[in-house]
Nanobody, 126 residues
Framework: VQLQASGGGLVQAGGSVRLSCAVS????????MGWFRQAPGKERALVAV????????YYTDSVKGRFTISRDNAKNTVYLQMNSLKPEDTAVYYC????????????????????WGQGTLVTVSS
């Protein structure tokens, strides 16, 4: 299984970016999917989760109301729509996949994921 994240770049504060994570090697309908981010000098942290069925999502408090995670199983792709971006959103963003059997509490942790993409850098200028 391979994950390829894309869509990062430089954006001004208040702007929007949509990240994509294309999965190959297996149907993403087999996976819960998550987005994490790692800011300079900080640990990698959870941003959002979407369950395998698409019916349940979870967001870290700092992005609620601004970011939306979604999935298109037909395209084997997961998205992260990021609006009202702030300089503190600057980070490398990683997508990750976890077996569909895992419960939400596990999916909020780094160790809950089985596969990781390579990351895409989002820089928000003030």
């Amino acid at each position: 299984v391979q994950l390829q994240a894309s869509g990062g770049g430089l954006v001004q504060a208040g702007g929007s970016v949509r990240l994509s994570c294309a999965v190959s090697g297996r149907s993403i309908s087999s996976f819960n999917m998550g987005w994490f981010r790692q800011a300079p000098g900080k640990e990698r942290a959870l941003v959002a989760v979407i369950r395998w069925s698409g019916g349940t999502t979870y967001y870290t408090d700092s992005v609620k109301g601004r970011f939306t995670i979604s999935r298109d199983n037909a395209k084997n792709t997961v998205y992260l729509q990021m609006n009202s971006l702030k300089p503190e959103d600057t980070a490398v963003y990683y997508c990750a996949a976890a077996a569909k059997s895992k419960i939400l509490s596990v999916l909020t942790t780094l160790s809950g994921y089985d596969y990781w993409g390579q990351g895409t850098l989002v820089t928000v200028s003030s």
